[in-house]
Structures are given as C-alpha cells and as structure tokens.
T-cell receptor, first 112, second 111 residues
Framework: QQQVKQSPQSLIVQKGGIPIINCAYENTAFDYFPWYQQFPGKGPALLIAIRPDVSEKKEGRFTISFNKSAKQFSLHIMDSQPGDSATYFCAARGAGSYQLTFGKGTKLSVIP | NAGVMQNPRHLVRRRGQEARLRCSPM?????VYWYRQLPEEGLKFMVY????????ESGMPKERFSAEFPKEGPSILRIQQVVRGDSAAYFCASTPEDTQYFGPGTRLTVL
C-alpha cells in the first residue's frame, strides 16, 4: 500500500516556466513533509520541508503549498532553469517517528 | 566538513556471493538509516541504527540481510547469498536529530 502518492511521473517545462509536483498522503499521523532533489548517480538532497501548521513555505525559487484538509502538498519551482533538471521526491514522516516514506519521484526536464 | 560517505560506489556480485556496503555518517551524527531504491522507484526504509544498537529493522528482509553500526568504524549493510532481485541503489543517511542527510549511494548489480 503506497502511503505517499506523487504525480506526475515526469514533467517537461521550458526555461522560466513553473513546474508543479503534487503529492497526496493517507496517514494523518504524518507531521513532517520534506522534498528531496536527486541528480543521476547522486544521493537525494533536501530541498525544503514543511510542517502542517503552515500552508506555505518559500525558500528561494522553491515553494511548498500544503493543504491539510485535503491531505495534499505540492512543490512549485519558480523561474525554472535547465540546472533544475533532476528527479524530485516528496516524503513524509509521522510524529515521533524517523522513517521517511517516499513518493515514487517526478523526473523534471527543463529545456532551454 | 565531509558529508555522508558510502563505499564502494559500485559493486558487482554474482548470485550467491556476499555484498558488504559501508556508510560513514557525517561528523557528529550518531544515527544512521539505510534505504533501498529500485529503478524508477522512491526510496524504501530498511533499518535505523544508533551506535551499537539496532533501533528499527522493520524494513529489512527477514533473511540474508543484516546491518550493524559498531562503536568504532562505519555502519555496514551486509547481504548474504545475493540474488538478482537485490540489484538496487542502497543509500544511507545520517542525522543529528531531524533532517536526514543522504550519502551518494552504492549501486549493487547482481549478475
């Protein structure tokens, strides 16, 4: 049973566009939602994370929107660049837990 | 300040051999997690260790897999009698408290 559903599986945008990646979760005990960026052959690197007490968090060109009632959260990348081309994973973790549950990933391609 | 280090980066084994994957956490981190990533999939939790203790191994297959994090030295993920289905990327992460920092991974190929 997949606890974090991520979509789309792949995404192509032009430079300057705003790709949006969505995740939905089922477990209401989740209280920490990070996004990771992974380049080919590398390990995932933390981009930005949010907790359910806020509806939006922005760091540089990356923004997380969080909808607690719908159990959904999304990543927006403003003014996307070819260097943003990577696979993005959403994840979730329950209160008092340490296991991260990952979505299946979105492969983003930003074309010049 | 070195990040999480893993070695080897690539490992090829024949069916039935043993695979040993090493992870050195970031300096000052005493918590290590191992995850497995199959092609086109997200990471799946395997095991959580602190120095000399296995805290949670609920994601580890019951047979052939074991992990340790000794008082001195790196954490080791050991896979005995490997099978083709063990081919994957294995990542470890370390943390002081909240954020998990991932290593570059070991890509295991079983022939």
């Amino acid at each position: 049973q997949q606890q974090v559903k991520q979509s789309p599986q792949s995404l192509i945008v032009q430079k300057g566009g705003i790709p949006i990646i969505n995740c939905a979760y089922e477990n209401t005990a989740f209280d920490y939602f990070p996004w990771y960026q992974q380049f080919p052959g590398k390990g995932p690197a933390l981009l930005i994370a949010i907790r359910p007490d806020v509806s939006e968090k922005k760091e540089g060109r990356f923004t997380i929107s969080f909808n607690k009632s719908a159990k959904q959260f999304s990543l927006h990348i403003m003014d996307s660049q070819p260097g943003d081309s990577a696979t993005y994973f959403c994840a979730a973790r329950g209160a008092g837990s340490y296991q991260l549950t990952f979505g299946k990933g979105t492969k983003l391609s930003v074309i010049p | 300040n070195a990040g999480v280090m893993q070695n080897p980066r690539h490992l090829v084994r024949r069916r039935g051999q043993e695979a040993r994957l090493r992870c050195s956490p970031m300096k000052g981190h005493s918590h290590v997690y191992w995850y497995r990533q199959l092609p086109e999939e997200g990471l799946k939790f395997m095991v959580y260790l602190q120095k000399e203790n296995i805290i949670d191994e609920s994601g580890m297959p019951k047979e052939r897999f074991s992990a340790e994090f000794p008082k001195e030295g790196p954490s080791i993920l050991r896979i005995q009698q490997v099978v083709r289905g063990d081919s994957a990327a294995y990542f470890c992460a370390s943390t002081p408290e909240d954020t998990q920092y991932f290593g570059p991974g070991t890509r295991l190929t079983v022939l």
